[in-house]
C-alpha cells in the first residue's frame, strides 16, 4: 500500500492507539487537577503549575531518562513491580503511554484550566439556587461552557502523541509490533538511507495531521466550538 511495509503500519497503529488511550486517560485524570488550579488561591498552586508545564521547557530525552530509570528493573516503581511479579514498565506499551501521558500533560492541563475558570461564576451560582448539586452543575453548566477548551485539550495531546520522538525513545526503545512508533520507524529508514519509506511514512502522518486539523477548524466554522491557533 504505497509502497508502505506491514512493519510500517504496525508502526502507524501503534501510534493511534498510544494517542487514543493515553489522550483519553489523561483528559479524565487532568480535569480534576485543571478544575483545582482554576479555583485555588492556596500557595502551593504555583508550584503545581511550575510542574505541570516543566515538559515544555525540558527535552524529551531527559524527561525519557528519569522515567526510564524510575519504571526500569532497578527503578522504585519498576523495581516494585518486579518484585511482586508483574514486571517492570520499561519498554513495554504501558510504559510508551505513561511516558506520552506526562509529555502531554501541559497540552492537556492549561487549556482546560483556562476553559474551567471562565466557565464559573453567575451561571454555577444560579445553578446552585436551583438546588442543582454539584455533579448536576458540572455537566450541564461547566462541560457546555468550556467545550472549546475540552475539545482544544484533546485535539491538542492526540497530535502532539503523533509527533512524539525522544521520550518514546528513551522509554519504549525501538521494539518493531511492540513499541516502535511511526516517528521511530521513519528515523530507521532514514539511517538506513531508504528515503523512498520514510517519505511514504511521513506522507501519511502529514496528511493524518491536516485532516485532524481540517475536521476541528471545520467543527469551530460550523458549530463556533473551538479555535485554536
Do not use: C
Not at 482544544?152 to 525513545?169: N, P, R
Amino acid at each position: 500500500m504505497f509502497g508502505i511495509s506491514d512493519n510500517d503500519l504496525t508502526a502507524l497503529w501503534i501510534t493511534l492507539k498510544l494517542a487514543v488511550i493515553s489522550t483519553s486517560i489523561l483528559m479524565l485524570l487532568s480535569a480534576p487537577l485543571a478544575w483545582w488550579l482554576a479555583h485555588t488561591q492556596r500557595r502551593s498552586k504555583v508550584i503545581i503549575e511550575a510542574l505541570v508545564a516543566m515538559p515544555l521547557v525540558l527535552p524529551p530525552t531527559v524527561m525519557g531518562f528519569y522515567l526510564l530509570v524510575l519504571l526500569g528493573p532497578r527503578g522504585a516503581v519498576g523495581g516494585f513491580l518486579e518484585d511482586i511479579g508483574v514486571g517492570h514498565l520499561a519498554f513495554t506499551f504501558t510504559g510508551l503511554v505513561i511516558g506520552s501521558m506526562i509529555y502531554s500533560l501541559p497540552f492537556v492541563v492549561q487549556p482546560l484550566q483556562n476553559a474551567f475558570a471562565s466557565a464559573g461564576g453567575r451561571m454555577l451560582e444560579t445553578a446552585a439556587t436551583l438546588r442543582a448539586n454539584p455533579l448536576d452543575r458540572f455537566i450541564s453548566v461547566v462541560i457546555p461552557l468550556a467545550r472549546r477548551g475540552i475539545l482544544t485539550a484533546a485535539v491538542l495531546s492526540f497530535a502532539h502523541t503523533l509527533g512524539e520522538f525522544g521520550m518514546i525513545l528513551m522509554i519504549g526503545g525501538n521494539i518493531p509490533g511492540q513499541t516502535q512508533v511511526a516517528s521511530i520507524a521513519i528515523y530507521d529508514h532514514v539511517e538506513a538511507m531508504d528515503y523512498a519509506s520514510a517519505h511514504s511514512l511521513s506522507l501519511l502522518l502529514v496528511a493524518l495531521a491536516f485532516i485532524l486539523l481540517m475536521s476541528v477548524y471545520a467543527l469551530n466554522r460550523r458549530f463556533k466550538v473551538v479555535g485554536i491557533g
